[in-house]
């Protein structure tokens, strides 16, 4: 049970604030203060409802038993989906362009290679900006340079 609580921990905290921000438009005014209007609310509410949770949680544990703690976060879990399903219907829809699978094999090679190599600070050039002085730039890089060219480059070079 505790690993379904980790594992369903995990899926919501990668990946609800980015599903959120898509539904909003970033092009408009009004959609970029929205945006920031809903990361506030998400953290404050990440942040303010996990030590009431545990309180709460730990409180009905200690004084009705686990059935009852377990019981209410089971119902909290269901609440949450049928509040999600009931307004599944207005949300904005990406559709993928491509093959799933590729963009996925894409970012698991990438990831691996970022295990696999470190990087120095010496490898990334820096220089001062001639305008404000104490702003750093890094170097423009060509558009088509990918990260696996990156990484070649400083394997290379080390």
């Known amino acids: 049970m505790l690993y379904l609580v980790a594992l369903g921990i995990g899926g919501c905290k ?15 005014p009004s959609g970029r203060k929205h945006r920031s209007t809903f990361y506030n609310y998400f953290i404050f ?12 949680v730990v409180w009905v544990e200690d004084n ?19 509040i999600f399903l009931v307004g ?19 970012v698991l090679i ?3 290679l970022n ?4 990087i120095n600070s ?20 060509p558009s088509n340079f990918s990260i696996m060219q990156l990484k070649a480059t400083q394997s290379v070079h080390q």
């Open 14 to 28: 990668g990946s609800l604030s980015p599903y959120g921000t898509e539904q909003l438009d970033e092009n408009t």
């Open 45 to 56: 509410c990440l942040l303010v409802g996990a030590p009431i949770d545990i309180t709460f």
């Open 64 to 82: 009705k038993g686990w059935e009852w703690s377990f019981g209410i976060s089971i119902i909290s879990i269901f609440v949450s989906i049928i």
């Open 88 to 106: 599944s219907t207005t949300y904005r829809n990406k559709t993928t362009s491509g093959n799933l699978l590729t963009t996925i094999f894409k």
């Open 110 to 112: 990438v990831a691996s």
């Open 115 to 118: 295990n696999c190599f470190k």
């Open 122 to 141: 010496s490898n990334v050039t820096m220089k001062e900006s001639t305008k404000e002085k104490g702003e750093l730039k890094a170097p423009p890089m």
